[in-house]
């Protein structure tokens, strides 16, 4: 560790390692779980990332450290979109179907922050396991038209374990038993529920008053000190904002750091894979071009590979690596299929006095009545509902702006009554699509990249499964803001065609199971086709649930990585991670 921190420009950790045993693509909740794995395991790992690192120190083995480069700044994270992908210059294309052409859009489509760490900086650290049914969704729902569903090759007891390391890795705080529709649990989570946000406990009162359930919701805003990490401080603004604290549990302040302190990790940031090199049967990853942070054509290579680029372009990269044939690892015709989203609908509540957007951690509570069980002839399966408000002061006052008759003194009045913001509560249902193989991701055949590098095109189109359960609890979620006191509620125009999806929850493309036939990884998640690749990020869900897959996309990676150093006791691999986290 004595070369610790790293001197050298664009990369952190151990500049000396020259072998490796793990080349690992990209470093968000996938691949910074398994980095965590593979380096206490005694391996050595190098993570390409195509992001910047937004972390002063992570690598610096002095307490306190690291430094974020983030801060309560609209305009840097929301306006200007400071770790967002930049789509003037990456673009992704889209189209319900093919019979729309080539393309309807051209620009953003789901596009998640490429930094060190990934898309975990900029969400609000919601993070609940899967129920156990959902690893079985093929047995409990069975045949449904122009639906692909299908069973987990694992259950939610086998990943039980994973789940308790990794919300122990990243500090979940939370309360065992408090959502009745969750699955056992092994033990309650590692911290308790922080304060909840105004918003969230008048919305949870209308919804006791209706019957409904509502509880904390586990997340990784620290509510008090934990492993190094300040508690949270409750700014309000975590949803699409890196912590200025490191008191949000993401890969890079959590799981990477400790990888990075073992000096057997090196982690090379703004550097773009365009290639996965197999040997000339396509069995075997012989190694990965990429870009350089100067733009130049670089290599790296190692004995096993880690795909984890996330769920659109993981499956882009494959097809990227084989332009004149089906794909790497692409034999059953499977790769960029059954791409799913979270189908979400808005319950939106008028309320006469402000809900305090700007005191709390974006998301503090919710319910999961709506989530329900398989085949309730009563009530269709929903998702999850997150209690939330507006806390972008800046975005709401350029909406003002915008109006005709929004100057002078009366635009002061507007900002400070704030209507569109103070007084507005929201209830999001996080519903779940049903795997379609017509949704997917190709290769669009004409808008490229600003490395000339075909862009991918997303082919998608909600199914009757979602939106039926988007109109029936549509009108549930109005219900619930009228027993909390709201003046009024409605709920947003729904889907109406040629509309790009906006949830960051993308999952599918490259899924797990059993066939080889109908997958593109195992259980273990290891390619069918080739026998030195894995994919460890949230392209290899089968079915998405309708709760938030941060942790269980953790929690497979760790699986994953645990069964790479011990295929017979990864449970074991995992308990060892305990030792060196800090109470």
């Given at each position: 560790?004595?070369?610790?921190?790293?001197?050298?420009?664009?990369?952190?950790?151990?500049?000396?390692?020259?072998?490796?045993?793990?080349?690992?693509?990209?470093?968000?909740?996938?691949?910074?779980?398994?980095?965590?794995?593979?380096?206490?395991?005694?391996?050595?790992?190098?993570?390409?990332?195509?992001?910047?690192?937004?972390?002063?120190?992570?690598?610096?083995?002095?307490?306190?450290?690291?430094?974020?480069?983030?801060?309560?700044?609209?305009?840097?994270?929301?306006?200007?979109?400071?770790?967002?992908?930049?789509?003037?210059?990456?673009?992704?294309?889209?189209?319900?179907?093919?019979?729309?052409?080539?393309?309807?859009?051209?620009?953003?489509?789901?596009?998640?922050?490429?930094?060190?760490?990934?898309?975990?900086?900029?969400?609000?650290?919601?993070?609940?396991?899967?129920?156990?049914?959902?690893?079985?969704?093929?047995?409990?729902?069975?045949?449904?038209?122009?639906?692909?569903?299908?069973?987990?090759?694992?259950?939610?007891?086998?990943?039980?374990?994973?789940?308790?390391?990794?919300?122990?890795?990243?500090?979940?705080?939370?309360?065992?038993?408090?959502?009745?529709?969750?699955?056992?649990?092994?033990?309650?989570?590692?911290?308790?529920?922080?304060?909840?946000?105004y918003v969230g406990a008048l919305i949870g009162e209308g919804a006791r008053k209706l019957g409904y359930t509502p509880f904390p919701y586990p997340g990784v805003n620290l509510s008090?000190?934990?492993?190094?990490?300040?508690?949270?401080?409750?700014?309000?603004?975590?949803?699409?904002?890196?912590?200025?604290?490191?008191?949000?549990?993401?890969?890079?302040?959590?799981?990477?750091?400790?990888?990075?302190?073992?000096?057997?990790?090196?982690?090379?940031?703004?550097?773009?894979?365009?290639?996965?090199?197999?040997?000339?049967?396509?069995?075997?990853?012989?190694?990965?071009?990429?870009?350089?942070?100067?733009?130049?054509?670089?290599?790296?290579?190692?004995?096993?590979?880690?795909?984890?680029?996330?769920?659109?372009?993981?499956?882009?990269?494959?097809?990227?690596?084989?332009?004149?044939?089906?794909?790497?690892?692409?034999?059953?015709?499977?790769?960029?299929?059954?791409?799913?989203?979270?189908?979400?609908?808005?319950?939106?509540?008028?309320?006469?006095?402000?809900?305090?957007?700007?005191?709390?951690?974006?998301?503090?509570?919710?319910?999961?009545?709506?989530?329900?069980?398989?085949?309730?002839?009563?009530?269709?399966?929903?998702?999850?509902?997150?209690?939330?408000?507006?806390?972008?002061?800046?975005?709401?006052?350029?909406?003002?702006?915008?109006?005709?008759?929004?100057?002078?003194?009366?635009?002061?009045?507007?900002?400070?009554?704030?209507?569109?913001?103070?007084?507005?509560?929201?209830?999001?249902?996080?519903?779940?699509?049903?795997?379609?193989?017509?949704?997917?991701?190709?290769?669009?055949?004409?808008?490229?990249?600003?490395?000339?590098?075909?862009?991918?095109?997303?082919?998608?189109?909600?199914?009757?499964?979602?939106?039926?359960?988007?109109?029936?609890?549509?009108?549930?979620?109005?219900d619930i803001h009228g027993a909390a006191g709201a003046q009024f509620a409605f709920v947003p125009p729904r889907y109406d065609g040629n509309v790009t999806p906006t949830t960051r929850?993308?999952?599918?493309?490259?899924?797990?199971?059993?066939?080889?036939?109908?997958?593109?990884?195992?259980?273990?998640?290891?390619?069918?086709?080739?026998?030195?690749?894995?994919?460890?990020?949230?392209?290899?869900?089968?079915?998405?649930?309708?709760?938030?897959?941060?942790?269980?996309?953790?929690?497979?990676?760790?699986?994953?990585?645990?069964?790479?150093?011990?295929?017979?006791?990864?449970?074991?691999?995992?308990?060892?991670?305990?030792?060196?986290?800090?109470?």
């Open positions: 560790m004595s070369n610790l921190p790293s001197r050298v420009p664009n990369v952190l950790g151990n500049t000396s390692l020259a072998h490796f045993d793990v080349v690992i693509i990209g470093s968000g909740p996938g691949g910074g779980s398994a980095v965590r794995v593979l380096a206490d395991a005694g391996l050595t790992v190098c993570i390409l990332e195509a992001g910047n690192n937004y972390f002063l120190g992570l690598d610096d083995p002095r307490p306190g450290f690291p430094i974020p480069l983030f801060s309560s700044d609209e305009l840097k994270l929301s306006t200007r979109g400071l770790v967002s992908q930049q789509t003037r210059v990456e673009p992704r294309t889209f189209r319900e179907s093919v019979a729309q052409g080539k393309r309807t859009y051209v620009g953003e489509v789901n596009n998640l922050p490429k930094a060190v760490g990934g898309g975990q900086i900029h969400a609000d650290g919601k993070t609940p396991r899967f129920n156990d049914f959902d690893f079985r969704m093929r047995s409990e729902l069975g045949d449904m038209p122009d639906a692909d569903w299908a069973d987990w090759p694992l259950t939610y007891d086998e990943l039980e374990p994973f789940y308790a390391a990794a919300e122990h890795e990243v500090g979940v705080s939370g309360r065992a038993g408090a959502n009745p529709f969750e699955s056992p649990r092994s033990a309650d989570y590692p911290l308790p529920p922080g304060p909840d946000m008090r000190a934990y492993d190094g990490r300040p508690a949270c401080n409750d700014c309000g603004l975590c949803s699409f904002y890196g912590c200025p604290t490191n008191a949000k549990g993401t890969p890079a302040v959590t799981t990477i750091r400790k990888a990075l302190l073992t000096g057997r990790v090196q982690l090379r940031y703004n550097c773009i894979v365009t290639r996965i090199v197999t040997n000339a049967v396509g069995n075997e990853v012989t190694g990965l071009q990429y870009l350089d942070p100067a733009g130049q054509p670089a290599t790296v290579s190692g004995d096993r590979y880690i795909l984890a680029a996330g769920g659109i372009e993981s499956a882009r990269l494959c097809l990227l690596s084989d332009r004149d044939g089906p794909g790497v690892g692409n034999s059953s015709d499977r790769v960029g299929r059954c791409l799913m989203y979270h189908f979400q609908t808005l319950g939106i509540g008028i309320y006469r006095q402000s809900l305090h957007g700007e005191r709390g951690r974006s998301v503090a509570s919710g319910m999961a009545d709506f989530r329900g069980v398989p085949n309730d002839p009563d009530h269709p399966l929903g998702g999850v509902i997150e209690f939330g408000t507006n806390s972008e002061k800046i975005s709401e006052a350029k909406n003002y702006v915008h109006s005709l008759f929004a100057r002078g003194r009366f635009l002061k009045k507007l900002l400070r009554a704030s209507p569109f913001g103070a007084h507005i509560g929201v209830m999001t249902l996080q519903g779940e699509d049903a795997p379609q193989l017509t949704n997917r991701v190709d290769l669009d055949p004409d808008v490229k990249d600003i490395h000339g590098q075909p862009a991918a095109r997303i082919t998608y189109q909600p199914h009757a499964f979602e939106l039926s359960a988007s109109r029936y609890y549509g009108e549930r979620m109005i929850h993308v999952m599918g493309a490259m899924r797990m199971g059993s066939d080889p036939r109908t997958s593109v990884v195992d259980r273990l998640q290891r390619f069918h086709d080739i026998g030195n690749l894995w994919c460890i990020d949230g392209s290899v869900l089968p079915t998405g649930s309708g709760y938030n897959p941060t942790l269980t996309i953790e929690a497979l990676a760790l699986r994953a990585a645990a069964a790479m150093v011990d295929s017979t006791r990864p449970e074991a691999v995992v308990a060892r991670l305990a030792v060196s986290r800090r109470p």
